[in-house]
């Protein structure tokens, strides 16, 4: 079985540009969550989504925001990317709504910003 | 609010010898608690998981930790380390009341000396 696969895998952006990130979960999962992994530090979270909705925000602010599909992929956007925004952008599916349910990882998109 | 403490931010061990990564978290209640690995440029890879009952739990790659509540402490331990094993771990903590939501610590970067 295929595991969650994230799209781009690099990215390169310049300040005040918009990028979108995409995640496929893994098959049957219908939660997806995002983080934010700055080099040297571990991930922060950053949204999840159940079922279409949002069901949890991280502290981040509203230049950041992101959906899922009827299909449970999802997308992250990012708009008037500051270069502070360069990071390891990981995407985590799980079964549903809990951390009591493993949360898988795709291998990330990282996106510098110049 | 929770959080999560890794007070080392480098280890460095021999091949064959024992490891133990500290990890001290805070959180009101009983916590779900997790150990990530993550090799360079890969994604996260769940060793392990505690929610409930037996305080030592055992993952994969021979790895165990052990939770105790009196030092809000999860650390994680390997008898008998290989190379392979040199990567960057992460603990995180997660509750119920949160969804998805997992809180990381900053890792610990692991070097195994042959």
């Known amino acids: 079985d295929a595991g969650v696969t994230q799209s781009p895998t690099h990215l390169i952006k310049t300040r005040g540009q918009q990028v979108t990130l995409r995640c496929s979960p893994i098959?049957?999962?219908?939660?997806v969550s995002w983080y934010q992994q700055v080099l040297g530090q571990g991930p922060q979270f950053i949204f999840q989504?159940?079922?279409?909705?949002?069901?949890g925000r991280g502290n981040f602010p509203d230049r950041f925001s992101a959906r899922q599909f009827p299909n449970y992929s999802s997308e992250l956007n990012v708009n008037a990317l500051l270069l502070g925004d360069s990071a390891l952008y990981l995407c985590?599916?799980?079964?549903?709504?809990?951390?009591?349910?493993?949360?898988?990882f795709g291998p990330g998109t990282r996106l510098t910003v110049l | 609010a929770q959080s999560v403490t890794q007070p080392d931010i480098h280890i460095t061990v021999s091949e064959g010898a024992s490891l133990e990564l500290r990890c001290n978290y805070s959180?009101?209640?009983?916590?779900?608690l997790f150990w990530y690995v993550q090799s360079p440029g890969q994604g996260l890879q769940l060793l392990l998981k505690?929610?409930?009952?037996?305080?030592l739990v055992q993952g994969i790659k021979g790895f165990e930790a052990e939770f105790k509540r009196s030092q809000s402490s999860f650390n994680l331990r390997k008898p008998s380390v290989h190379w392979s094993d040199a990567a960057e771990y992460f603990c995180?903590?997660?509750?119920?009341?949160?969804?998805?939501?997992?809180?990381f610590g900053a890792g610990t970067i692991l070097r195994v000396k042959s």
């Open positions: 989504y159940y079922e279409k909705e949002e069901r």
């Open positions: 995180a903590v997660g509750a119920s009341e949160y969804g998805n939501k997992l809180v």
């Open positions: 985590a599916s799980s079964l549903a709504d809990s951390s009591y349910n493993e949360q898988f």
């Open positions: 098959s049957g999962h219908k939660s």
């Open positions: 505690y929610f409930s009952g037996d305080t």
């Open positions: 959180y009101g209640a009983t916590p779900y």
